[in-house]
């Protein structure tokens, strides 16, 4: 072979080699551009009832496919989203809301007023958590604008507003929940129940571009989707307390103050009544305010924050606590068994000789219930019974299932776990009207003081009005439904949301998180970006 052959062909086989370099740089570069525009997210369980607004998807976070007219900011402060303006009358009864006319679904169809009509009408018919038995009238005023008239002033019904995203008149039908349309930031592309959720950044949305076009949420245990962000295939992943002290090679933990609150509900009333469907109200010993009280003084919220909860949480005293509604008056600053002991003491109860406080032949026991499966409740259920037992109460704990505590939360306590950005939850808890309704006052709490307090605040003109008669429900100086009142609670933590994050992912600032239902994370996801610090 020629010396100009021998030079030709190294010349082709560099050539080659380079071109198949440079093909593999530019697949790598694209795989990269992929991958900075996608975020996969393992941030809570798959919604039982899908993705309709109209039967209550959205109330604990954003709707993620669906805009609402108005919403809250990072102080919960109330303001616009779809609508570019809302009045309220003197006498608190009509609301007339303007939304905007630039706003289109996802599949290019305009948002009007008719749509707002539509969904508030579909609502109002859905018999679902979504109340609207005060509207005595929706109407549409013109192309956009809505007219909102009430029977009595609610002072709760701008939550109404803030919580449900708007639907589609025109493509709203009986598969709708498991194919939404809707204005909101995202378009569901495809869900394979059980498994994922895969979602593409709407082209029509009216807000700021997302950065990321393409979601993929997993639908895994606690356990799976630790192991799925150890093995680095999410992004974002939602973790327990328990799991909160592990270190995982490129994320970091990220902790979001919430109002998760976990609680005992104790029933209130003495034995001897049945709930229509049969079961037992009430217990003997829960039924006295002495023993509610001297609980919720004996309990060290500080210690179950830290040995149940990893630190990451706070200590809780009402189903409000730091929201702008909320009475910092019922902040019990310290563990005090001492003065336990003697408001038992005045009430009649002394131990006996196991050391358990007696009354006229009753002990201080009862079983303590959490549904079975949920590791914190379980763990905060076993803790207080420690806690309990050397100050002299007999407190067995026990797990039973959902459609167990159902029929027992009239006659036991419970370890249930409230949270909202909606006031008319301490309605729903406290109010007489409400007794023996779902899970809401199934201790059938009563006090014509806090009634009163509760119809002011829902019947109040305006959010400031409202929020001081929230407050003195709570705590007045001399009853209340809080632990310095009638104690129908002890309230003990606010949980901490966890996340493990993707280093150089920011998430923006997060607002106090309400319930862990619908994947609060998701609030402000329009904000969220990939940084300079990320790593390659």
């Known amino acids: 072979?020629?010396?100009?052959?021998?030079?030709?062909?190294?010349?082709?086989?560099?050539?080659?080699?380079?071109?198949?370099?440079?093909?593999?740089?530019?697949?790598?570069?694209?795989?990269?551009?992929?991958?900075?525009?996608?975020?996969?997210?393992?941030?809570?369980?798959?919604?039982?009832?899908?993705?309709?607004?109209?039967t209550g998807w959205g109330r604990y976070g954003s709707p993620l496919f669906?805009?609402?007219?108005?919403?809250?900011?990072?102080?919960?402060?109330?303001?616009?989203?779809?609508?570019?303006?809302?009045?309220?009358?003197?006498?608190?009864?009509?609301?007339?809301?303007?939304?905007?006319?630039?706003?289109?679904?996802?599949?290019?169809?305009?948002?009007?007023?008719?749509?707002?009509?539509?969904?508030?009408?579909?609502?109002?018919?859905?018999?679902?958590v979504i109340d609207l038995t005060n509207v005595e009238t929706i109407e549409q005023m013109d192309q956009y604008t809505v007219q909102f008239t009430l029977e009595q002033p609610q002072s709760t019904f701008v939550s109404l507003l803030v919580t449900t995203g708007i639907v589609p008149k025109h493509a709203y039908n009986d598969q709708y929940r498991e194919q939404p349309v809707g204005s909101g930031p995202y378009q569901l592309v495809q869900w394979d129940k059980g498994q994922q959720l895969m979602v593409e950044a709407n082209p029509y949305y009216y807000g700021d571009t997302p950065s990321f076009k393409r979601l993929t949420f997993l639908f895994l245990s606690e356990e799976s989707a630790l192991a799925a962000a150890q093995a680095g295939d999410v992004d974002v992943v939602s973790v327990p307390a328990t799991y909160a002290n592990q270190t995982i090679d490129g994320m970091d933990l990220a902790a979001v103050q919430s109002v998760d609150n976990r609680g005992i509900m104790f029933p209130y009333v003495q034995t001897g009544e049945e709930t229509e469907e049969g079961h037992p109200i009430g217990h003997d010993v829960t039924a006295d305010r002495a023993i509610r009280q001297a609980i919720n003084l004996a309990i060290d919220r500080e210690a179950l924050v830290e040995g149940v909860l990893e630190g990451h949480g706070t200590p809780a005293y009402t189903v409000a606590d730091g929201l702008p509604w909320w009475n910092a008056d019922t902040v019990i600053e310290d563990a005090d068994p001492e003065e336990a002991t003697a408001i038992l003491n005045e009430a009649g109860w002394f131990k006996g000789e196991q050391g358990?406080?007696?009354?006229?032949?009753?002990?201080?026991?009862?079983?303590?219930?959490?549904?079975?499966?949920?590791?914190?409740?379980?763990?905060?259920?076993?803790?207080?019974?420690?806690?309990?037992?050397?100050?002299?109460?007999?407190?067995?704990?026990?797990?039973?299932?959902?459609?167990?505590?159902?029929?027992?939360?009239?006659?036991?306590?419970?370890?249930?776990?409230?949270?909202?950005?909606?006031?008319?939850e301490i309605y729903n808890l406290f109010s007489?009207?409400?007794?023996?309704?779902?899970?809401?006052?199934?201790?059938?709490?009563?006090?014509?003081?806090?009634?009163?307090?509760?119809?002011?605040?829902?019947?109040?003109?305006?959010?400031?009005?409202?929020?001081?008669?929230?407050?003195?429900?709570?705590?007045?100086?001399?009853?209340?439904?809080?632990?310095?009142?009638?104690?129908?609670?002890?309230?003990?933590?606010?949980?901490?949301?966890?996340?493990?994050?993707?280093?150089?992912?920011?998430?923006?600032?997060?607002?106090?998180?309400?319930?862990?239902?619908?994947?609060?994370?998701?609030?402000?996801?329009?904000?969220?970006?990939?940084?300079?610090?990320?790593?390659?």
């Open 1 to 54: 072979m020629s010396k100009r052959k021998i030079v030709f062909l190294v010349f082709m086989l560099a050539s080659i080699v380079m071109v198949g370099c440079s093909n593999s740089d530019n697949a790598k570069a694209n795989n990269e551009d992929e991958r900075d525009d996608q975020l996969v997210l393992a941030v809570g369980g798959e919604p039982d009832e899908g993705f309709d607004p109209t």
């Open 66 to 128: 669906q805009s609402t007219l108005l919403k809250r900011d990072n102080d919960l402060s109330i303001v616009e989203d779809l609508a570019k303006d809302y009045k309220v009358s003197d006498n608190g009864l009509v609301w007339t809301v303007t939304i905007r006319d630039d706003v289109q679904f996802s599949d290019g169809e305009p948002l009007t007023a008719e749509d707002v009509v539509f969904t508030f009408e579909t609502a109002a018919k859905s018999q679902s």
């Open 356 to 424: 358990i406080f007696e009354k006229d032949g009753l002990k201080a026991a009862f079983t303590l219930h959490y549904p079975t499966g949920d590791r914190i409740r379980q763990s905060l259920a076993m803790a207080v019974a420690s806690q309990l037992q050397p100050f002299g109460m007999d407190i067995r704990t026990e797990g039973k299932s959902w459609s167990e505590l159902e029929t027992l939360m009239y006659s036991n306590p419970v370890m249930m776990g409230w949270g909202s950005h909606d006031p008319i």
């Open 432 to 536: 007489s009207e409400t007794r023996g309704e779902g899970y809401y006052n199934a201790n059938y709490y009563s006090n014509e003081t806090v009634d009163h307090y509760l119809q002011q605040a829902m019947h109040a003109t305006s959010q400031e009005e409202a929020n001081q008669y929230w407050q003195q429900a709570q705590w007045d100086g001399e009853t209340g439904h809080s632990a310095k009142g009638d104690a129908p609670w002890a309230w003990l933590v606010n949980l901490d949301h966890l996340y493990y994050i993707r280093e150089g992912l920011n998430i923006g600032e997060q607002k106090v998180q309400p319930h862990g239902h619908g994947w609060p994370i998701t609030d402000f996801i329009t904000n969220w970006h990939w940084t300079d610090e990320r790593e390659d």
